[in-house]
T-cell receptor
């Protein structure tokens, strides 16, 4: 069985602050893929990043960065210098390889950036 | 064109009504999905179509009936729904199904209220 835990239900920060969203996962597979999706108030989930289990390199994309640590089964997401447009619900997700495996979403973290 | 378009955006229906949700994508994707999302919860997979054939039904009640007329269109026919079926219904697509690294492209959803 696989599981994704996002312990932070809601976070509020003031604009320009940095914020880290935590994601911890459980899986017995050695090959798997991790994702982050953003769901703004408009409703659609937007893909942010994908990482496979063999690639532990951290990634930076503009103000966004991701820290993947296999040793602690974590895939945390940091927004630097947050902006009001970052306000959304963020979902971490996991998908195992091998046969059909559906995406397992975490429960989401609602981020509110206050101007 | 990287959009998944869903109509209608909002739908209110009685328990005896029959209605349909529509989803369209023109990205050449061969896998299409229906997800159900209750408030403050992650999306839950309902159905997967792969190459216009139903490949996954996550034990969804028969009052929900999916249809994939062609590779660009996905419908969800609703009949005799219950108030607890009120939710955001999200359509998604991906290049192919069965590849665990596939990222999903989501529509903005249909907010359904069953009275």
């Amino acid at each position: 069985a696989q599981k994704v835990t996002q312990a932070q239900t809601e976070i509020s920060v003031v604009e320009k602050e940095d914020v880290t969203l935590d994601c911890v996962y459980e899986t017995r597979d050695t090959t798997y893929y991790l994702f982050w999706y953003k769901q703004p108030p408009s409703g659609e989930l937007v893909f942010l990043i994908r990482r496979n289990s063999f690639d532990e390199q951290n990634e930076i994309s503009g103000r966004y960065s991701w820290n993947f640590q296999k040793s602690t089964s974590s895939f945390n997401f940091t927004i630097t210098a947050s902006q009001v447009v970052d306000s959304a619900v963020y979902f971490c997700a996991l998908r195992n390889s091998g046969g059909y495996q559906k995406v397992t979403f975490g429960t989401g973290t609602k981020l509110q950036v206050i101007p | 064109d990287t959009e998944v378009t869903q109509t209608p955006k909002h739908l209110v229906m009685g328990m005896t009504n029959k209605k349909s949700l529509k989803c369209e994508q023109h990205m050449g994707h061969r896998a299409m999905y229906w997800y159900k999302q209750k408030a403050k919860k992650p999306p839950e997979l309902m159905f997967v179509y792969s190459y216009e054939k139903l490949s996954i039904n996550e034990s969804v009640p028969s009052r929900f009936s999916p249809e994939c007329p062609n590779s660009s269109l996905l419908n969800l026919h609703l009949h005799a729904l219950q108030p607890e079926d009120s939710a955001l219904y999200l359509c998604a697509s991906s290049l192919q199904d069965g590849r665990p690294n596939e990222k999903l492209f989501f529509g903005s959803g249909t907010q359904l209220s069953v009275l």
